[in-house]
């Protein structure tokens, strides 16, 4: 590889670097909400997988069924996590697509 060529592919990886952090940035800055029970419970995530909010309806808190609350909150908390990931996925995978690296997001 000459010179050139060499300075030339440093200067794209350097751009695409560049880019990757700005993307992983706008990224913590999403907020992705995912719900249970019809809404009763929500949960909110940035798109770096942070819980920041969870709210729950007055309705559906039941003093003798604290265990369907707990199960609304593990399915809301998982739903939301599941489509951090896909936005992830989605945003990230922009950098990858046709590296064909593993691991990689």
């Known amino acids: ?22 993307a992983q940035e706008e990224l913590g800055e999403k907020k992705i909400e995912g719900t249970a029970g019809g809404g009763m419970v929500t949960v909110i995530v940035t798109g770096h997988k942070e819980i920041v909010d969870v709210i729950i309806k007055p309705e559906v808190v039941d003093p003798d069924d604290i265990d369907m609350l707990q199960d609304l909150v593990l399915a809301a908390t998982n739903d939301a996590l599941k489509k951090a990931e896909e936005l992830t996925n989605q945003t990230m995978g922009q950098f990858t697509k046709g590296m064909n690296l593993p691991g990689m997001f």
């Open 1 to 22: 590889m000459r010179g050139g060529n060499m300075q030339n592919m440093m200067k794209q990886m350097q751009k695409m670097q560049k880019k990757m952090a700005e």
